[in-house]
């Protein structure tokens, strides 16, 4: 059964930084592309960015280029999310998913499998 599990979330400064892990299982996800989504209360679900472990092509939402950076470690299945000089406008729950056929996606339609979220709340 494939699992995605996210940690790292929790409560920061203006300013401050964050990682989040996303821990795969299940199968090897070294192919697949791996996307970050937040989600505000009352918010649609939004695109964080995406990573296509195969050749390490990044992709990030408007909002966070340049903050947030997303690498991936295939030996330990996992990605991760670098979050720096966040905002409050960052808060919401963080979700990692996985898209099996490897397209350059932001929509949240396109990915097979979703992690449960983990919070992240930005204090002014």
């Known amino acids: 059964q494939v699992q995605l599990v996210e940690s790292g979330g929790g409560l920061v400064q203006a300013g401050g930084s964050l990682r989040l892990s996303c821990a795969a299982s299940?199968?090897?996800?070294?192919?697949?592309?791996m996307g970050w989504f937040r989600q505000a209360p009352g918010k649609e679900r939004e695109f964080v960015g995406f990573i296509r472990w195969n050749g390490g092509r990044t992709y990030y939402a408007d909002s966070v280029k340049g903050r947030f950076t997303i690498s991936g470690d295939s030996a330990k299945n996992s990605v991760s999310l670098q979050m720096n000089s966040l905002k409050p406008e960052d808060t919401a729950v963080y979700f990692c998913?996985?898209?099996?056929?490897?397209?350059?996606?932001?929509?949240?339609?396109?990915?097979?499998?979703w992690g449960q979220g983990t919070q992240v709340t930005v204090s002014s």
């Open positions: 998913a996985a898209d099996s056929r490897r397209r350059l996606r932001i929509d949240a339609s396109a990915y097979d499998y």
């Open positions: 299940g199968r090897t996800f070294s192919s697949y592309t």
